[in-house]
């Protein structure tokens, strides 16, 4: 009896209770401001927060692997800086798009690269190459912004999309992404290279000893997450209509907060795309919230460490409780 007790038990996604949080969040600044409920605005939200949510996404790879890359902002920036400028050289719209998200690749791989070959953790390689991309952007657009103008250029359809010239009920950067997310989780999940990621994550010397090749995933997730964070310039680009020397300068806490909040452990061995996705909302939430209700955007941050935090500490108690229970 008792076992069949057991398996009628309802089981809920791992991703249900920061689904509840992001629900009660949205209640309570709803409840103190109703207009923050508008569609339009809960629409504007989500957008702004799309390339933030989809770094999230891909940065669960690392972290269910023990690893955290630091660089990706200036990847996306340094990524956007090169599809603009090929722009403006004349270079074809789709062609300096490729070229912008294949540079973030380049810079993913050479994250890999170094960490497999001098045998530290991505965060140690990650510290020296973000200060790298950034010198190298601040270079390339002479610490200046990078502005497409080109009439040319501003009618083309990708600007006009995702820059919402063209209206659609649902923002396009919006579909892109959780498309995108879609992809992401099912590679994570079903497929041999997400199942390797996570086992490297678990135990990388069981890993390696299981026949995983540990280097050649790690500077393969590496690549990935250089070409999310090219993507995200690119929409970032097309989205803005332009890149400053400062964009993706911010985007570290938001992106690890995402993931962390989504449930996804520092530790490594587990992951959750969908979570991230919900963390970025509620870090999105967070943020617009707070300036819904007249309080200085500056507690934002303050705010989101402490869900941080929180959330860290939850997810201690649970694997705490699971592997007593076990």
Same mark, same amino acid.
């Given at each position: ?11 809920? #996604? ?24 508008? #569609? ?79 045998? %530290? ?7 020296? +190459? ?68 996570l086992a490297i994550g678990s135990n990388p010397e ?6 995983? #090749? ?8 590496? +690549? ?12 970032? %680009? ?13 985007? %570290? ?20 795309v969908w979570g991230s996705l919900v963390g970025a ?46």
């Open positions: 009896m008792a076992q069949k007790a057991k398996s009628r038990r309802v089981k809920f #996604p791992e991703e249900a209770s920061v689904i509840v949080a992001l629900l009660v969040l949205v209640g309570i600044v709803g409840a103190l401001r109703p207009t923050f409920l508008k #569609p339009e605005n809960l629409l504007n939200l989500a957008a702004s927060y799309s390339i933030s949510a989809l770094l999230a996404g891909c940065i669960v790879y690392l972290l269910s692997m023990g690893e955290i890359d630091l660089s990706f902002g200036w990847i996306l920036n340094l990524s956007a800086v090169v599809a603009g400028l090929s722009m403006i050289a004349g270079v074809p719209v789709w062609i300096a798009i490729i070229l912008g998200i294949g540079a973030g690749g380049f810079m993913g791989a050479i994250n890999g690269v170094l960490t497999v070959v001098m045998r %530290l953790p991505l965060i140690i390689v990650t510290l020296g +190459t973000a200060s790298i991309f950034q010198g190298l952007s601040l270079i390339s657009n002479k610490s200046g912004s990078v502005v497409p103008t080109d009439k040319k250029l501003t009618e083309n359809i990708f600007f006009r999309v995702l820059g919402g010239d063209i209206e659609t009920p649902v923002p396009f950067i919006l579909i892109f992404v959780v498309f995108a997310f879609l992809v992401l989780h099912l590679t994570l999940h079903k497929t041999r290279f997400g199942y390797r990621i069981a890993a390696r000893l299981a026949g995983i #090749p540990t280097k050649k995933i790690k500077i393969l997730t590496c +690549t990935l997450m250089g070409v999310v964070s090219g993507i995200g310039g690119i929409l970032f %680009l097309g989205f803005r209509g332009a890149v400053d020397p400062s964009t993706g300068a911010n985007l %570290l806490l938001p992106v690890v907060a995402a993931a962390i909040i989504g449930g996804t452990p520092l530790s490594g061995g587990a992951g959750t909302l509620i870090v999105g939430v967070i943020g617009v919230g707070i300036v819904f209700l007249g309080i200085d955007a500056v507690w934002s941050t303050l705010v989101t460490g402490l869900v941080i935090i929180f959330a860290i500490g939850v997810d201690q108690i649970v694997r705490v409780r699971k592997n007593r229970a076990s």
